[in-house]
């Protein structure tokens, strides 16, 4: 039986839980500056699945890519690591 290979995942806080069945993560990730040497943050929105409406606004949750499942959501809601 083959893999189906690795997918992506990441931890972010819910920005927005007003969809029914969605909620906006934003991904902050750290890189440094290549000439200044200067750390910066980098954000990043995505929209993800949460089948029971159980993340709300604030929660750092991981998240999984996954087959597209509308227009914006590429991701799913794998658990809710903090309220």
Same mark, same amino acid.
């Not at 893999?3 to 902050?28: D, F, P, Q, W, Y």
């Not at 954000?43 to 597209?68: C, L, Y």
């Given at each position: 039986?083959?893999?189906? *290979? ?5 931890? *972010?806080?819910?920005?927005?839980? =007003?969809?029914?069945?969605?909620? /906006? =993560?934003?991904?902050?990730?750290? =890189?440094?500056? #290549?000439?200044? *040497? ?9 929209? /993800? ?5 159980? /993340?709300?606004?604030?929660? =750092? ?6 087959? #597209? ?6 991701w799913r809601l794998v658990e809710i690591l903090s309220k």
């Amino acid at each position: 039986m083959e893999s189906r *290979g690795h997918r992506k995942v990441r931890e *972010g806080r819910v920005c927005s839980a =007003v969809g029914n069945k969605t909620i /906006a =993560v934003l991904i902050e990730r750290r =890189v440094r500056h #290549p000439l200044l *040497g200067k750390e910066l943050r980098v954000t990043k929105k995505i929209h /993800a699945h949460d089948e029971n409406n159980e /993340a709300k606004i604030g929660n =750092v949750v991981r998240v999984m890519e996954t087959r #597209p499942i509308s227009r914006l959501k590429h991701w799913r809601l794998v658990e809710i690591l903090s309220k």
